[in-house]
């Protein structure tokens, strides 16, 4: 049976979550194909993933691999996948059985129909593990629901709103041929994943279903302002990734809906990096060096998108004041903006 989507499930040191993640996950049948990424853990993560491939052969495929970070497991997870679709789902998370279930049925829907868009996105759901707190992350006001559509009729994004990789379902051949690989070792890479295969999406297709749970409140994600703040570094190596993806002039002649789109994506992100480094009272002068370098790199490798970002982004507002109030003012609209979202 051909698959119809494959759903990769990064996972290291798992064993407390792992199990609620799969069961949400092989209620899609024979249809779906399930690829546990076991990164090198040491407790019972891979004798889990072994259980449910034992239980479920149609489904559950299991690669064991020596620790190489969240982003080598999505790597391995595409090379490996045979579905049209790829989906990627952190392996303390769940999909929502409602929309789980829909996406397959509209997916094998566009197959009968030989109309596959490259691209699916779907509403997702922050989701507080420790209290009833949610917040959903729907896309009605910027994209037409359940049609194929062009990135022309995409509207302007609001700034608390991003396609994040728990939104998006990419056609595997098309985010092949976009050649998005993620660097080992490194967090944060889903803003990577989440960015640079748009260019090669032609068509869309809104599914406004909330597929994917996005559960977050415990202490050692890396989502964690505390984390954020630690692993700066890796946020800006991400970020420069980004950043190399395309010049502002190769974005300058995208499709409307897409130029704007990345270009949003890029202010928001740019804002995000300047929290990540500006958090946290340790080593402050290094940090305010590195982001300097950041910048500085920016401006002699593309100096019209360092213009972009300088002038016509929400950096520009802030960027004449002093350090330590940009550090201020950012902190405190990334609160409010989590209070607001639930996301934090």
């Known amino acids: 049976m051909k698959k119809l989507l494959t759903i990769a499930v990064p996972s290291f040191n798992s064993q407390d979550y792992l199990s609620n993640c799969l069961d949400s996950l092989v209620i899609g049948g024979d249809e779906v194909e399930v690829i546990v990424i076991d990164d090198g853990s040491t407790d019972n993560t891979g004798k889990i993933a072994e259980d449910y491939k034992t239980r479920y052969p149609n489904i559950v495929r299991v690669i064991h691999q020596p620790n190489s970070g969240h982003g080598e497991g999505v790597n391995q ?89 728990h939104a998006l379902v990419y056609r595997r051949d098309t985010l092949l041929k976009s050649n998005t690989i993620l660097p080992k070792h490194c967090f944060y890479v889903d803003d990577y994943f989440s960015f640079k295969p748009l260019a090669y999406c032609k068509t869309l297709y809104y599914l406004p279903e909330v597929v994917y749970r996005y559960r ?3 202490p ?87 213009k972009h970002l300088r002038y016509k982004s929400y950096y520009s507002l802030i960027y004449w004041l002093p350090y330590i109030f940009q550090k201020r003012i950012i902190t405190f609209g990334y609160n409010v903006t989590a209070k607001v979202c639930k996301c934090g």
């Open 216 to 218: 977050i409140g415990r």
């Open 77 to 165: 997870g595409l090379l490996n996948a045979t579905g049209i679709y790829y989906k990627v789902c952190d392996s303390d998370d769940l999909l929502a059985k409602k929309g789980y279930l829909d996406l397959l049925a509209t997916i094998r829907k566009q197959v009968e129909k030989n109309e596959l868009p490259d691209l699916f996105v779907c509403d997702f759901l922050y989701e507080h593990i420790y209290d009833d707190e949610s917040y959903v992350s729907a896309f009605a006001r910027y994209m037409k629901p359940n049609k194929i559509q062009t990135w022309d009729k995409v509207k302007t994004f609001s700034f608390h709103h991003m396609l994040l990789m």
């Open 220 to 306: 050692d994600q890396s989502v964690t302002k505390e984390n954020m703040f630690k692993r700066y570094k890796q946020q800006l190596t991400v970020m420069n990734l980004v950043l190399s993806s395309f010049t502002y002039e190769e974005i300058n002649v995208m499709p409307k809906g897409l130029r704007k789109y990345l270009l949003h994506a890029l202010s928001v992100l740019n804002l995000t990096t300047l929290f990540f480094v500006s958090g946290g009272k340790d080593n402050q002068p290094q940090r305010k060096k590195d982001f300097k370098k950041y910048l500085a790199d920016l401006k002699s490798n593309d100096m019209e998108m360092y």
